[in-house]
């Protein structure tokens, strides 16, 4: 095995590109452009010179990220927030994300009809759009659901062409949504909600001690065990709900609201999950699909522009705070995790549970929203 495809390489240059990300940030310009962008642009270009593989060549790393590190960094960042902010935030984000979720439909249908995915995807392109549907309205899980009901999974070459569309154009739009609301805010200011001016603010930098860096991860471990437990027994309920509803009841206990440390770890497992999102921007894989690629980039490019277009320029008449749209956004198109990291770069930790219940929302409606797009175009 070469250094380049080591596991411990591999993991010590998706923390080093943490580091660096948030060293960035140190500087103006750095700063406005935020830790999550610099994170996956750094290991996007990574990827690309071949520093470290892509996600889609796949690495025990990155599997591991998925499946553990992602889901436990949205346990741990959820145990700092009051339930309190749901009462001002709440409402207002479910209405952007229902929104945005019938923009991602609308973006759909109009991308259908202009690009004519069929010509090149055949009896396949009602599933792909199935799949753009489900993923653009509650994330990944969605996208896999229904790729693997109707069999697109086992036709390599679209599989692999739709998933890294898919990653490069979500990257850019999750790189848009953390950019907007600061250039909007300037240019057209809008009144915040009220949750953003209260005292509670993100910690940027906290002491942390045994006790509690112990009792942190354990509960954490704790949380994602009987998460797993529960949902085998009960299959029709989503374990990232089960672990999200851990987290909040733990949160609210005066024990576990005195533990140091949650910020800082929570948060750094979610951006080397975004330094990760950042691998999978493969440009050589897309490239060697040729015609493939360019119609999927169409189709998807028009869709998340029209979800973009309708969610922020319906926000906007109605005066809605832009960082709840752009966190309404990103709990569609990136699910639970890009809301949580667009929160967290806002400097808006009220919106950190409206979005990840929104996030889990969305999980539980894409596939079905999906399946009837599939089955309808």
């Not at 993991?11 to 990300?21: D, E, H, N, Y």
């Not at 954490?220 to 009960?234: E, N, P, Q, R, T």
């Amino acid at each position: 095995m070469s250094l380049l495809q080591d596991p411990i390489f591999i993991a010590a240059v998706l923390c080093l590109t943490v580091f660096v990300g948030n060293w960035l940030t140190r500087f103006g310009w750095g700063k406005t452009v935020g830790t999550p962008i610099w994170v996956i642009l750094l290991c996007a270009a990574f990827s690309n010179l071949g520093i470290i593989p892509s996600a889609m060549d796949g690495s025990p790393v990155y599997d591991g990220v998925f499946v553990y590190l992602a889901p436990f960094g949205i346990f741990i960042a959820l145990l700092e927030v009051d339930l309190k902010s749901l009462k001002n935030a709440g409402l207002p984000l479910l209405l952007m994300f229902l929104l945005g979720s019938a923009a991602t439909v609308i973006g759909v249908l109009v991308a259908w009809l202009v690009v004519s995915p069929a010509a090149e995807l055949v009896d396949l392109a009602p599933a792909v759009a199935g799949m753009y549907t489900g993923t653009y309205i509650g994330g990944s899980i969605n996208f896999n659901a229904i790729a693997l009901h109707y069999g697109v999974n086992e036709n390599g070459n679209l599989f692999a062409a739709t998933t890294v569309v898919d990653s490069v154009v979500g990257t850019v739009w999750i790189i848009a949504t953390l950019l907007l609301p600061k250039f909007l805010q300037r240019r057209f200011p809008r009144k915040k909600l009220a949750s953003a001016k209260s005292k509670e603010k993100l910690v940027t930098e906290e002491t942390v001690s045994i006790s509690s860096l112990g009792m942190i991860l354990a509960l954490g471990l704790f949380g994602m065990a009987l998460s797993k437990v529960f949902a085998a027994y009960f299959p029709q309920v989503p374990e990232i709900l089960v672990l999200t509803t851990l987290a909040l009841v733990l949160a609210q206990v005066p024990a576990v609201k005195a533990l140091r440390g949650k910020h800082t770890l929570g948060f750094f497992f979610i951006l080397v999950f975004l330094a990760v999102i950042g691998t999978l921007c493969d440009l050589g894989a897309l490239a060697s699909t040729g015609s493939l690629a360019l119609t999927l980039f169409l189709f998807v490019g028009l869709l998340v522009l029209i979800h973009g277009a309708v969610i922020f320029g319906v926000g906007a008449l109605v005066r809605i705070d832009w960082d709840v749209i752009a966190v309404a956004s990103q709990a569609n198109v990136g699910g639970n995790t890009t809301a949580i990291a667009a929160a967290e770069s806002l400097d808006r930790p009220d919106l950190l549970i409206p979005g990840v219940l929104v996030g889990s929302l969305g999980n539980a409606l894409g596939t079905y929203v999906g399946f009837a797009v599939a089955g309808m175009i």
